[in-house]
């Protein structure tokens, strides 16, 4: 696994668990507003490649917080992407950890093979705009039919999940949101969270904008006409 960073401590990212945070290095989107670029970036990733943390250290840092953490959050960049990803997640719930993993949705393949075989508690993944933007906001590697292919997945219900949505009022604009919400349909669970300026991967984004409070609370009412439970992260 190619492991760019961990976060030993969190309350916030595994729904009722005490975590640590790993994140894994590359990504097959080059999302402009993106907080990460170091983690996506090839040549970004190329200048912190001496920090990398090998998989062996990971491991002993998890043995020895047996007891102490209950989940592991797998992040990046974008984990799906990694080829080792699956023998990692054994090891790691082999020392009795659960796993929440996070994913853009481009692979549906590795999510569909990871939750037949019972390997995540809890998956999070990213809806960005409405499919038909999706290349024009994320990059050419995205595929609309994927996408989509992993929304389906995880609104079987077979693993628990959320969706989580990054609002730009220069993006998600209402006919977006109007086709956004519609493609939600029947899912359980979203987080809307606001846009934050400052560093960005792409640095036009950091002209953009936030929507209020008042704007978030009328689109999360729009949302919650097709999905069971929305919430704006904050709240």
């Not at 990054?166 to 086709?179: A, C, F, K």
């Amino acid at each position: 696994m190619l492991i760019s960073g961990i976060q030993k401590f969190t309350l916030l990212d595994f729904p009722e668990k005490i975590a640590c945070i790993i994140f894994t290095g590359g990504c097959n989107y080059r999302c402009g507003f993106c907080h990460n670029p170091e983690f996506v970036l090839p040549e970004k990733l190329a200048k912190i490649s001496k920090n990398f943390i090998q998989e062996g250290a990971v491991l002993n840092f998890l043995e020895q917080r047996r007891g102490l953490l209950q989940g592991v959050v797998i992040t990046g960049g974008e984990p799906t992407i990694m080829p080792d990803l699956e023998n990692f997640i054994v090891k790691v719930r082999d020392l009795g950890f659960a796993v929440k993993l996070d994913s853009n949705g481009n692979r549906p393949e590795v999510l569909r093979s990871l939750i037949a075989k019972g390997l995540v508690d809890y998956i999070a993944m990213d809806f960005k705009t409405s499919l038909p933007e999706y290349q024009a906001l994320v990059g050419k590697w995205a595929d609309e039919k994927k996408i989509l292919e992993s929304i389906d997945i995880l609104k079987e219900g077979k693993v628990e999940y959320e969706f989580r949505t990054t609002l730009i009022r220069e993006v998600h604009t209402p006919p977006i949101l109007q086709v956004m919400s519609k493609t939600m349909s029947g899912a359980k669970r979203l987080y809307l969270q606001a846009f934050r300026s400052g560093i960005t991967l792409d640095p036009a984004f950091k002209d953009f904008h936030s929507f209020t409070a008042d704007e978030m609370e009328d689109i999360a009412k729009l949302f919650r006409e097709n999905v069971e439970e929305v919430f704006v992260r904050g709240e």
